[in-house]
Each structure stands twice: as C-alpha cells, then as structure tokens.
T-cell receptor, first 116, second 113 residues
Framework: AQTVTQSQPEMSVQEAETVTLSCTYDTSESDYYLFWYKQPPSRQMILVIRQEAYKQQNATENRFSVNFQKAAKSFSLKISDSQLGDAAMYFCAYRGYGGATNKLIFGTGTLLAVQP | NAGVTQTPKFRILKIGQSMTLQCTQDMNHNYMYWYRQDPGMGLKLIYYSVGAGITDKGEVPNGYNVSRSTTEDFPLRLELAAPSQTSVYFC????????????FGPGTRLTVT
C-alpha cells in the first residue's frame, strides 16, 4: 500500500524568506501523481502544485516549486518570498496513475507559520 | 459554477442520532469522494463513487453509508452517531481523466457528544 510521510509537523518562516516543506512517499508504482494542497483556517483545500512522476522537470507555480526526486521518493515544496497569506496547513498527497479510482493518499500535514 | 457545495457547515449530534451530510457538484464530474479529517491529521477516504449508481468503500467506511442516484449528488449517511465520528468531513469531485485535480467542498464540522 502507498504511504505519504510528512516529518515536519510545524515550520516557521520570516516574511519574504524561503522555506522548504518535506514529503516522502512509498509506492511500487512507476506512474503516479504528487500534489501539494494548502488548507488555510477556512478549511478549504486548495491545490498548490502538481507533479507527474513521468516528468523529470520539477513543477513550478509562481512562488511555489517542487524538488521531485523519484529514486529517493522525495517531493519537497519550496515557497519563495513567503507572504503572510501563505500561513496554512500544507498536505502532500499521492495518487496512482492507473485504476478506476485514483484515490488521493494524504500525509499528516505541516503547519506553516509566517512571521512578519 | 458553484463547484462543490456541502451542507450543513456545522452540526452537533447526540450519540445514537442519525444524519445526512449533503454534497452537490455542478461540474458534471463522474468521480465523487467523501473524506474525513481528524484533528492534526490528513484526510482519509470514507467512500467514493465513479458514477451514478456506483459506490465503493474507502479506507474508513464503518459507520457510514452513501448513495449516488444522480451525477450531481453524493450524500453521506451516519446511522448511529458515535463520538469517534467527530471530525471534519470533506466532499470532493473530479473529472474522469487521470490528470485532473480533485475539487473540494468547504467541509462540514461534525461533533458527536
């Protein structure tokens, strides 16, 4: 069974600085997707960034980028120029490529605080 | 488009009571999901559906039931509420194609006392 591990329960960053959130996963599949979701206090789950395992190039969305290391099964999220609005719980998630359901498997989350 | 809507936003139940959490999506998505999120944890899948009339169990289905009579609606039923079902419940939907994201509803906070 696939698992997703986030080993940092909490992180803190100064406004305008850069922070990296860690995520590791375990799978025997070769094709899959990895996601980072943001959950602010409003509880809404917001997709931040998506990475397809078959792509070697790391995904980037404005100030958010990932470091995807397929052999190491590592998928970290880098937030550059941190803003107060980035404060939230961040979840790493895995989804298999094949099969009828492609269920999302979530890590336990990292709570990010942004200090002014 | 309203996206994925859930009602109610909050609910307090007494032990043994029953209720239905409503979920509706207006994006014509085939796949729909119910998750629960316990404090300090990630989301765990309760039930899912790949289309009208088709449902299946997820990781933590005990104590819940679902139905999918239309593409739009995917209600979650709690028959005999227990304190262990105190959680935040999220409904989500997505298109059939592999590379489409799941869209989440705003969640329902349920407390069972």
């Amino acid at each position: 069974a696939q698992t997703v591990t986030q080993s940092q329960p909490e992180m803190s960053v100064q406004e305008a600085e850069t922070v990296t959130l860690s995520c590791t996963y375990d799978t025997s599949e070769s094709d899959y997707y990895l996601f980072w979701y943001k959950q602010p206090p409003s509880r809404q789950m917001i997709l931040v960034i998506r990475q397809e395992a078959y792509k070697q190039q790391n995904a980037t969305e404005n100030r958010f980028s990932v470091n995807f290391q397929k052999a190491a099964k590592s998928f970290s999220l880098k937030i550059s120029d941190s803003q107060l609005g980035d404060a939230a719980m961040y979840f790493c998630a895995y989804r298999g490529y094949g099969g009828a359901t492609n269920k999302l498997i979530f890590g336990t989350g990292t709570l990010l605080a942004v200090q002014p | 488009n309203a996206g994925v809507t859930q009602t109610p936003k909050f609910r307090i139940l007494k032990i043994g009571q029953s209720m239905t959490l409503q979920c509706t999506q207006d994006m014509n998505h085939n796949y729909m999901y119910w998750y629960r999120q316990d404090p300090g944890m990630g989301l765990k899948l309760i039930y899912y559906s790949v289309g009208a009339g088709i449902t299946d169990k997820g990781e933590v289905p005990n104590g819940y039931n679902v139905s999918r009579s239309t593409t739009e609606d995917f209600p979650l039923r709690l028959e005999l509420a227990a304190p262990s079902q105190t959680s935040v419940y999220f409904c989500a939907s997505r298109q059939t194609a592999n590379n489409y994201e799941q869209y989440f509803g705003p969640g329902t906070r349920l407390t069972v006392t």
